[in-house]
């Protein structure tokens, strides 16, 4: 029997970091090892991020597409200047099966593209946009037409790949699809890459953010706790290493509240991402209560735990959970005062020696929970596993 095809389309991919690079390029090696032919549809990388030349069992294809000030594929005209292309380039492509990666405009490529050819594909899940649009300074018809293509997208799809039960019940009461027709492939990070061993940034006593900066994060309040605890530790800093539509106004709200303790770094590479996180007294993560995210689990907690670093957690819902039942660090309630007495007994854990012991263990959550290598074998052997899907 010949190897099946695949192809992933995808606006992001590697040397790109970020959590949607490293979960797909996991998803590309896993359809590998189960025999399959794998092409990836993609964008050409940022201006400043040359390709490796890295031996991958697949092959990547690009096409040029529009980017934004920062660099990034992100608005309504990025969006389609890849989705145009990846339609177009579909038709032509020879494939048993794609899989298709948000945004919704490319869910609506993939399957006009999958049903003009007659053959499946898979809508990958990771997060719900009709959701994080109610988060943003959108008009409501904007969120209306999000829903509609995200339901499309979801609903005509052979099968849905999604990253968390608790994303999976949000996907299923926004759109309806059913969870018959959804796998399980949980949410983690390159346990390859971001390990306890290795170098560490010297730098310290420091914080780290590293990831996306959006609006419904609200990272900010860690400057604000940042500057809380400054008059009793002034030489302490916090590093953020990420990019996202909230930067400027969290780069304002730093310059009046703590412009000499904290530093912008941008996207970094991950194994720079590692060591940042490596040397850190902790990770900070985020995610504004009640406005509509609280069943993500963001990614920033998994790298953290596997470089062995305890993660505070300003949040409830999923996240909390996630941190509180494995023992990852410190769930705090969404509020500078909250933030700044976790990020003070941080210090003192890290003064002390106490939190060496922990390091282990948390690594070792990581390397038997969170491996996306083991995420992405188990989605792709689900997707080849025989069940009909009808590209409708």
């Known amino acids: 029997m010949r190897p099946r095809k695949v192809v992933i389309v995808s606006r992001i991919f590697l040397p790109e970091p970020a959590a ?9 090696r896993g359809f590998a090892a189960e025999g399959a032919d794998v092409t990836v549809l993609t964008t050409n990388p940022p201006r400043a991020m040359a390709e490796a030349a890295v031996d991958e069992p697949y ?24 989705d145009v292309q990846a339609f177009a380039r579909l038709l032509t492509m020879d494939a048993d099966i794609v899989v298709s990666e948000p ?13 003009l050819r007659r053959r499946p594909y898979i809508w990958y899940n990771p997060d719900v946009w009709t959701s994080a649009t109610l988060n943003m300074d959108v008009p409501s ?24 039960e608790s ?13 018959d027709k959804m796998f399980l492939a949980e949410n983690g990070i390159d346990t390859d890459t971001f390990t306890a061993d290795g170098p560490a940034e010297p730098d310290g006593p420091y914080f780290v953010y590293a990831g996306s900066v959006s609006e419904w994060q609200g990272m900010d309040i860690f400057i604000e706790a940042l500057a809380r605890i400054l008059p009793r530790h002034p030489g302490v800093t916090l590093h953020v290493l990420g990019r996202g539509s909230d930067l400027t106004r969290v780069q304002e709200v730093a310059a009046r509240l703590a412009p000499d303790n904290v530093v ?26 009640h406005t509509g995210y609280d069943f993500s689990k ?57 939190r060496e012991g922990a390091r282990e263990r948390r690594r070792t959550w990581a390397r038997e929970n969170a491996s996306l290598a083991a995420s992405g074998r188990a989605a792709a052997a689900w997707v080849l596993s025989g069940f009909t899907r009808d590209a409708r």
């Open 20 to 28: 949607a690079s490293f979960r797909l390029a996991a998803l590309a």
């Open 59 to 82: 092959r990547i294809v690009r096409v040029p597409v529009l980017r934004d000030s920062e660099d990034y594929v992100r608005g309504v005209a990025q969006y389609l200047s890849f």
């Open 103 to 115: 945004p919704p405009t490319t869910g609506l490529a993939v399957w006009l593209s999958s049903a």
């Open 141 to 164: 018809v904007v969120t209306q037409l999000m829903r509609v293509a995200e339901t499309v997208s979801a609903r005509r799809a052979g099968g849905v790949i999604t990253v968390s």
């Open 167 to 179: 994303m999976g019940e949000e996907l299923h009461r926004v759109t309806g699809v059913g969870w």
């Open 264 to 289: 912008f770094h941008g996207v970094q590479p991950p194994a720079r991402t590692a060591a940042f996180l490596r040397g850190a007294v902790a990770a900070l993560a985020s995610v504004i209560p």
């Open 298 to 354: 963001p990614t920033k907690l998994y790298a953290a735990a596997a470089c062995g670093t305890p993660s505070i957690y300003a949040g409830v819902g999923a996240g909390a959970r996630l941190v509180s039942e494995n023992r990852l660090g410190t769930p705090v309630e969404f509020t500078p005062e909250a933030v700044a007495d976790a990020m003070e007994r941080a210090l003192d854990d890290a003064r002390s020696g106490e």
